[in-house]
């Protein structure tokens, strides 16, 4: 043991420090297949006959209705067992051939890919089996997802309860799997990839393995932070055996490690592991998990790293690997549609029935989404965002999708701003949780000296480990405010479309002094905080009738400070006077916008790709407003036409010729000043403006 956690040691070091492949070279040859399915398998071994009713030519039936050109499927599902003839695993016990070869046969025989799903993070036999795999927390408990390892046989079991395994090198878990893929990489001659699951359960582990690495590496067991970066790279590490594994016998097939392409603080995404992916894979179920408007920044950020992307949800109304639960046609195509407009290919979750039969109406609905893929699919993936204005990642989520939102409703398409893209914009928005280091800090601040244009909210330009700003904004910090709430005065700026009275915020500012800046707003503070002892009306006190001496924004040459949390208010509580605001910020400032589209409703959406290769520029715009019909859950139901939009474009290039997707008909247009003007031809539900250069 000691051996290889010494081994293990040297290896994230090489990961850590000198990495051994570059993400160009992480990068698949061949463009990823635009119309997916991810097709669920997990069955229990106390449902018989599985897959007894698989019909080859019925299965390659609902792939060709579905027009289905991907499909991943199962060699291995979280109940622990193969689906096919396994010597390392244990095969389901009431499956009597070999599902997973005939699903294989099946998709080559009509040209579809078919990468292979492969259980990690659960896998009930391997947990039963081996409990020393099962992660453990600090006090040496087991960890689990929902999961009540005291309840009675009969009790009711919770939805999506596992027991958590730890796949990190030293362990036999790990080897284990390596065993599993070696096996179907030797058993299969053809495979397209793999697909691996469930690395986002818990930030980390306490095994004997796990636990004796990180006391090897001196990391203190008290600081969690600590841990989980440890477990992070140890999970890295056991991504790139497995990537070279696969490399060995299939050097063209893609993998990808699912969770670790999410945007979040947490050591999984902070210290990289979506860079062991061949591609990017954008896991989500927009009615009722991250909702309609997750996909856009996610996307941005692996489309700017030059990561291939396919963004995922499924024909599920509600959650992954329900049976029986249907999202109605439309929604999947409005979903595959905005797939395609933010450049990512499109795939849809299904769960096939343990009998091995494929649900016709299921395919049936896909097919009728991809229909529309079909005449739009070359016109996205493919494409790199293209904006001049950007958004720094605070990496918290309420701050960063607050901007997200904002941006995506005021139809201003951005980018994923950092260090190496900063000198190609013109505007830069810092949401409100700091993160900045004194080198960042410094960097945009010779960019704003030059020219550049800042929004700032809240602390987004501190220190991360001082209470001061790194960045001139004309004020100082003096503390937090006393008050659970406030109030916002304008003065004689920022006012379209926002009241002249005091306006509440449902969070308090931050208090700061003005040094060199300009106050566009001042603070008015209440009467006291809602307390037991004092109190008045139904909710917050109201306001004093004088301005505090804090302002509540402030211009300082090219930047835009709110002393207000802004873009978390907005998450929070969705009030269109911070969104105007912000909007009339951007405004103030007068970058010269690269897009600018008016008379297009609220709940439009709007992104512009590059696609180099083929000389040309898609807007594309997207209408359908997700309705909440119930608690927690969206649905997509009404088509409108959208008529009236009115297009800004303003480019470098000479623009050749426009016309508009899927029509192919030429829009007209005409120049003025440089700028491009047109109007969008009446659409539904989606359109797109194809600019040639």
């Not at 951007?586 to 959406?605: A, E, F, Q, T, W």
Request: some cysteine.
């Amino acid at each position: 043991m000691k051996k290889s956690i010494n081994q293990l040691l040297l290896y994230l070091l090489l990961i850590n420090f000198s990495y051994t492949f570059s993400q160009s070279q992480l990068s698949i040859e061949e463009p990823l297949s635009t119309r997916q399915v991810h097709l669920d398998f997990h069955t229990s071994e106390y449902i018989p006959e599985i897959g007894a009713k698989f019909d080859k030519k019925q299965f390659q039936e609902a792939l060709k209705v579905g027009k289905v050109n991907h499909i991943n499927i199962f060699s291995k599902g979280h109940h622990g067992y193969s689906y096919y003839p396994t010597k390392v695993g244990t095969s389901h016990p009431e499956l009597k051939f070999d599902l997973l070869g005939s699903q294989l046969e099946a998709c080559k025989e009509i040209g579809v890919k078919c990468p292979l799903y492969f259980a990690v993070g659960w896998s009930v036999l391997d947990a039963e089996q081996n409990p020393d795999w099962v992660m453990k927390d600090i006090d040496g408990s087991m960890l689990t997802a929902n999961l009540d390892v005291n309840a009675k046989p009969d009790e009711i079991r919770p939805n999506y309860s596992w027991k958590c395994l730890d796949p990190t090198p030293g362990g036999g878990y790990h080897e284990f799997i390596l065993k599993n893929v070696k096996e179907i990489c030797e058993r299969y001659e053809d495979l397209d990839g793999f697909w691996f699951d469930i690395y986002h359960i818990k930030p980390f582990s306490l095994t004997t393995y796990s636990k004796e690495r990180m006391m090897s590496e001196g990391v203190d067991l008290n600081d969690k932070k600590a841990m989980e970066k440890s477990f992070a790279l140890a999970l890295k590490a056991h991504m790139k055996d497995l990537r070279d594994l696969v490399a060995k016998y299939h050097p063209k097939a893609t993998v990808f490690f699912n969770s670790a392409t999410h945007i979040a603080n947490k050591s999984i995404f902070k210290e990289a592991l979506y860079e062991m992916n061949t591609h990017a894979e954008l896991e989500d179920l927009p009615t009722t998990w991250g909702g309609y408007d997750k996909l856009p920044l996610e996307a941005k950020f692996h489309l700017g790293k030059g990561t291939p992307i396919v963004a995922m949800s499924g024909k599920f109304h509600k959650a992954w690997g329900e049976f029986g639960g249907f999202k109605h046609p439309d929604a999947i195509k409005y979903e595959a549609a905005a797939m395609i407009s933010f450049g990512a290919s499109c795939n849809f979750g299904d769960q096939l029935h343990p009998s091995g039969m494929m649900d016709m109406e299921t395919y049936k609905n896909i097919g009728k989404a991809y229909d529309y893929v079909e005449k739009i699919e070359d016109y996205g993936p493919g494409g790199t965002p293209v904006s001049n204005l950007g958004v720094w990642l605070s990496l918290k989520h309420e701050a960063d999708q607050g901007v997200v939102n904002m941006l995506l409703q005021l139809h201003q398409d951005f980018v994923v701003a950092d260090l190496d893209n900063l000198n190609n914009l013109e505007m830069l928005i810092l949401p409100s949780h700091r993160n900045l280091s004194t080198n960042e800090s410094e960097t945009i601040q010779k960019w704003v000296n030059n020219g550049g244009k800042l929004i700032v909210f809240g602390k987004g330009a501190m220190l991360t480990n001082k209470d001061i700003f790194g960045i001139d904004l004309g004020v100082n910090y003096e503390s937090e405010s006393p008050f659970d709430f406030d109030f916002t005065v304008l003065k004689n700026a920022l006012e379209e479309d926002v009241v002249k009275t005091p306006f509440v915020n449902y969070d308090a500012a931050i208090r700061v002094n003005l040094s060199s800046g300009i106050p566009l707003a001042m603070i008015r503070e209440p009467y006291f905080n809602r307390t037991y002892e004092k109190y008045s009306s139904h909710r917050e006190t109201p306001y004093l009738l004088e301005d505090s001496k804090y302002p509540a924004i402030v211009q300082n040459g090219n930047t835009i400070f709110f002393s207000h949390s802004i873009d978390q208010l907005y998450f929070n509580h969705g009030m269109r006077i911070h969104r105007q605001l912000f909007g009339n910020a951007i405004n103030r400032l007068n970058p010269k916008h690269m897009i600018k589209v008016d008379n297009l409703p609220s709940s439009g959406r709007i992104s512009f790709l590059d696609q180099k290769n083929e000389d040309r520029y898609v807007l594309h715009l997207l209408y359908s407003s997700p309705i909440l019909r119930a608690d927690k859950v969206q649905v997509i139901e009404d088509f409108i036409p959208i008529s009236g939009a009115e297009v800004e474009i303003n480019l470098d290039k000479k623009i050749k010729k426009i016309y508009q997707i899927p029509s192919m008909n030429p829009v007209d247009f005409k120049v003025l000043n440089g700028i491009i003007k047109l109007e969008v031809p009446e659409f539904l539900m989606h359109t797109g403006i194809v600019l040639e250069y």
